[in-house]
């Protein structure tokens, strides 16, 4: 039996969705997935602070929260749009939808959320279910004007990890392009790279699908070489299968941070519609990240704690 409660977390309006296996939480500020739990077993990073750290719009993501899963739309990067209609619209880093509040409607056994963009017409919505010990999300992305515009989408996935923690990919996802490389472990953005093990800038085998040990400051993000096809992502330890659309949503970039970027130890897989963290990169690399005029883009995504 799933049921859906009201009520505080970390200072902040909560709506738990709860059934035998797993609880999640989800906050208004965001948008915001903020806690995943099994038991006593959280599968998604938490910020130390005891209180929720709100967002502000236009703020760098790192000053604020940096915990869960926040959705990044229309840009994980900041940048100004380049052509067309909206050429010369900033779009904030990140995105903005996690950095607004969110209309959340509880059902009876459901949870349904939405918000409008600022710089950009579009609305996003979400409807978070479970399904035993999964939570499923299902995902409308609206473009409101007879005008194309760039926008992607992907999932940020803060994972509360370990040195045991492993990323499983298909085999057939063998090459990896780096998108940020804060010590020029990986030779720097545009690199290349074979997975899930590679050969580091200091020419040591260096293994791509974990975290460095603690404390040594690396913080590298990369995404897949072409579509994931399989639609699916396993995690060990902690034990979590991430599923998407493999049509609609078929990139993945993955975030490893062994407290190089605030002093955090975590990864953030994150299923996405276009790569390189931007539209505007994802178009000089050949990839598409534009929403057609008055259209509409739906798909799913889901996270099985094992």
């Given at each position: 039996?799933?049921?859906?409660?009201?009520?505080?977390?970390?200072?902040?309006?909560?709506?738990?969705?709860?059934?035998?296996?797993?609880?999640?939480?989800?906050?208004?500020s965001?948008?915001?997935?903020?806690?995943?739990?099994?038991g006593?077993?959280e599968?998604?990073?938490?910020?130390?602070?005891?209180?929720?750290?709100y967002p502000?719009?236009?703020?760098?993501?790192?000053?604020?929260?940096?915990?869960?899963?926040?959705?990044?739309?229309?840009?994980i990067?900041?940048?100004?749009?380049?052509?067309?209609?909206f050429?010369?619209?900033y779009?904030?880093?990140?995105?903005?939808v996690?950095?607004?509040?969110?209309k959340?409607?509880?059902g009876?056994?459901?949870?349904?959320?939405?918000?409008?963009?600022?710089?950009?017409?579009?609305?996003?919505?979400?409807?978070?279910?479970?399904?035993?010990?999964?939570?499923?999300?299902?995902?409308?992305?609206?473009?409101?004007?007879?005008?194309?515009?760039?926008?992607?989408?992907?999932?940020?996935?803060?994972?509360?990890?370990?040195?045991e923690?492993?990323?499983?990919?298909?085999?057939?996802?063998r090459?990896?392009?780096?998108?940020?490389?804060?010590?020029?472990?990986?030779?720097?953005?545009?690199?290349?790279?074979?997975?899930?093990?590679?050969?580091?800038?200091?020419?040591?085998?260096?293994?791509?699908?974990?975290?460095?040990q603690?404390?040594s400051?690396?913080?590298?993000?990369?995404?897949?070489?072409?579509?994931?096809?399989?639609?699916?992502?396993?995690?060990?330890?902690?034990?979590?299968r991430?599923?998407?659309?493999?049509?609609?949503?078929?990139?993945?970039g993955?975030?490893?941070n062994a407290?190089?970027?605030?002093?955090?130890y975590?990864?953030?897989?994150?299923?996405?519609?276009?790569?390189?963290?931007?539209?505007?990169?994802?178009?000089?690399?050949?990839y598409?990240?534009?929403?057609?005029?008055?259209s509409?883009?739906?798909w799913?995504?889901?996270?099985?704690?094992?």
């Amino acid at each position: 039996m799933v049921t859906v409660e009201k009520g505080m977390f970390r200072g902040t309006e909560a709506f738990f969705l709860k059934n035998d296996s797993i609880c999640v939480t989800l906050l208004k500020s965001g948008g915001k997935v903020a806690s995943i739990l099994k038991g006593d077993l959280e599968y998604l990073y938490q910020n130390p602070s005891p209180e929720y750290i709100y967002p502000e719009y236009e703020k760098e993501f790192g000053s604020l929260d940096c915990s869960g899963f926040d959705d990044m739309v229309p840009t994980i990067n900041a940048e100004y749009v380049s052509d067309g209609v909206f050429a010369g619209v900033y779009l904030p880093d990140h995105g903005e939808v996690w950095a607004l509040e969110w209309k959340v409607d509880p059902g009876e056994d459901f949870l349904e959320a939405a918000v409008h963009g600022v710089r950009l017409p579009y609305m996003i919505r979400k409807k978070l279910r479970l399904r035993e010990n999964t939570l499923v999300i299902d995902y409308e992305l609206e473009n409101m004007t007879e005008f194309a515009f760039p926008c992607l989408w992907a999932a940020h996935i803060l994972i509360k990890a370990s040195q045991e923690t492993r990323i499983v990919l298909p085999e057939e996802n063998r090459r990896v392009i780096v998108a940020f490389d804060m010590h020029s472990k990986l030779n720097g953005f545009g690199a290349v790279h074979s997975w899930p093990e590679t050969t580091s800038k200091n020419g040591d085998l260096y293994f791509i699908d974990r975290l460095s040990q603690e404390n040594s400051g690396v913080c590298e993000k990369f995404y897949f070489d072409g579509p994931c096809k399989g639609g699916e992502i396993l995690l060990e330890n902690p034990d979590m299968r991430i599923r998407f659309d493999p049509e609609l949503t078929p990139y993945v970039g993955v975030w490893l941070n062994a407290n190089g970027y605030k002093d955090q130890y975590n990864i953030a897989v994150e299923p996405a519609s276009a790569p390189m963290d931007s539209p505007e990169t994802a178009k000089q690399w050949g990839y598409n990240s534009l929403i057609g005029p008055m259209s509409k883009m739906s798909w799913s995504m889901e996270m099985e704690a094992s």
